[in-house]
T-cell receptor, first 112, second 113 residues
Framework: KQEVTQIPAALSVPEGENLVLNCSFT??????LQWFRQDPGKGLTSLLL???SQREQTSGRLNASLDKSSGRSTLYIAASQPGDSATYLC???????????WGAGTKLIIKP | NAGVTQTPKFQVLKTGQSMTLQCAQD?????MYWYRQDPGMGLRLIYY???????DKGEVPNGYNVSRLNKREFSLRLESAAPSQTSVYFC????????????FGSGTRLTVV
């Protein structure tokens, strides 16, 4: 059974720092992996999608990488800003399966 | 504003009461989903509707029923609420099952006492 883990559960860093969020999964036979952002009291926003054949995806200051063989993905945030404060979740789609398997998220706080 | 609208935003129920959570999307998406989110856990799929007229069970369907009323609307019903159903419920939609471009509603915080 696929399991997705995000460590740490919470992270606090000063504004301006580059940071990395981690996502690990137990079954390397994934279809794709997505990173989402969740703001308090709001829904989830899709950030990046990496297909199983890809190694990384970039959007602005965000870069997501995928290493299927090791069961890991990282979300790199450059030059962090207070507006980046949110909970970041990763989710994997398993081959021949319709649903996403979610991590519990990393709560990120960027201190001004 | 285009997106997914959920009602209500907050609800308190007594054990054994029933209620329906409403969800509507205006993006002409084919697929709709109901998730629950519990503290310290990832989102878990309750039910989904791949297209109008179809519904299927997700990971945690027990105690819930759904109705895909039309292409826009997908409701979730709790027939006899239990404290274990205390959670935040999210509705989402996408162009197709498992495809990119999930749009989530803002959630319903449900407490069962």
């Amino acid at each position: 059974k696929q399991e997705v883990t995000q460590i740490p559960a919470a992270l606090s860093v000063p504004e301006g720092e580059n940071l990395v969020l981690n996502c690990s999964f137990t079954d390397s036979a994934i279809y794709n992996l997505q990173w989402f952002r969740q703001d308090p009291g709001k829904g989830l926003t899709s950030l990046l999608l990496i297909q199983s054949s890809q190694r990384e995806q970039t959007s602005g200051r965000l870069n997501a990488s995928l290493d299927k063989s090791s069961g890991r993905s990282t979300l790199y945030i450059a030059a962090s800003q207070p507006g980046d404060s949110a909970t970041y979740l990763c989710a994997v789609r398993v081959d021949s399966n319709y649903q996403l398997i979610w991590g519990a998220g990393t709560k990120l706080i960027i201190k001004p | 504003n285009a997106g997914v609208t959920q009602t209500p935003k907050f609800q308190v129920l007594k054990t054994g009461q029933s209620m329906t959570l409403q969800c509507a999307q205006d993006m002409n998406h084919n697929s709709m989903y109901w998730y629950r989110q519990d503290p310290g856990m990832g989102l878990r799929l309750i039910y989904y509707s791949a297209s109008e007229g179809t519904t299927d069970k997700g990971e945690v369907p027990n105690g819930y029923n759904v109705s895909r009323l039309n292409k826009r609307e997908f409701s979730l019903r709790l027939e006899s609420a239990a404290p274990s159903q205390t959670s935040v419920y999210f509705c989402a939609s996408s162009e197709g099952v498992g495809s990119y471009g999930y749009t989530f509603g803002s959630g319903t915080r449900l407490t069962v006492v």
